[in-house]
């Protein structure tokens, strides 16, 4: 259950941190955070990470379902609570995209996700984009130090 809560809690806050954007921000007009490192842009991508595939948006929405459908699926097998974690993240965030995807213009199935966060001249991505990226990190590491998703229990003595 802490993997779909932690889902629904990164969700939410993608498409808060969406809405604040929107109301807030021009577009196109940056706002600097950290000199030319970081900093605040609205923009509206209808391609994949980095803009690619910005004319294969429905296909992109679908991969997006499809991800969001196995991340759903591994949270509710892993008994792991790190792992739970880390795939709830990836859910969040990919769900976040989604729900953009789906209810924004130009319509459904082809909708532009509200991106804000501009990293140098490299790319302006969203909340969800870093929520997807920790999880993914996160599990990475888990992977790396052979954390399993389904942990064996430790035998039990017969004492």
């Known amino acids: 259950m802490l993997g779909f809560v932690v889902a629904l809690v990164a969700g939410s806050v993608d498409q808060l941190t969406k809405v604040w954007?929107?109301?807030?921000?021009?577009?196109?007009?940056?706002?600097?955070?950290?000199?030319?490192?970081?900093?605040?842009q609205l923009a509206f991508n209808p391609g994949a990470a980095f803009s690619l595939g910005a004319s294969a948006t429905p296909i992109i929405t679908v991969i997006a379902i499809a991800g969001s459908a196995v991340a759903a699926w591994l949270i509710g097998r892993t008994t792991s609570?790190?792992?739970?974690?880390?795939l709830g993240l990836i859910l969040g965030?990919?769900?976040?995209?989604?729900v953009d995807r789906l209810t924004r213009a130009p319509g459904p199935g082809r909708g532009?996700?509200?991106?804000?966060i501009a990293y140098a001249d490299w790319f302006i991505?969203?909340?969800?984009d870093?929520?997807?990226?920790?999880?993914?990190?996160?599990c990475v590491i888990l992977?790396?130090?052979?954390?399993?998703?389904?942990?064996?229990?430790?035998?039990?003595?017969t004492s």
Do not use: C, Y
């Open 81 to 86: 609570l790190p792992w739970a974690v880390g």
């Open 130 to 138: 870093v929520f997807v990226f920790a999880g993914l990190a996160l």
């Open 93 to 98: 965030g990919a769900f976040g995209n989604v």
């Open 112 to 116: 532009h996700v509200v991106d804000f």
């Open 21 to 40: 954007a929107e109301a807030t921000l021009a577009l196109g007009e940056r706002q600097p955070l950290l000199g030319d490192l970081l900093a605040i």
């Open 143 to 157: 992977a790396a130090n052979g954390k399993r998703m389904r942990p064996e229990h430790a035998p039990r003595s």
């Open 125 to 128: 991505g969203n909340v969800a």
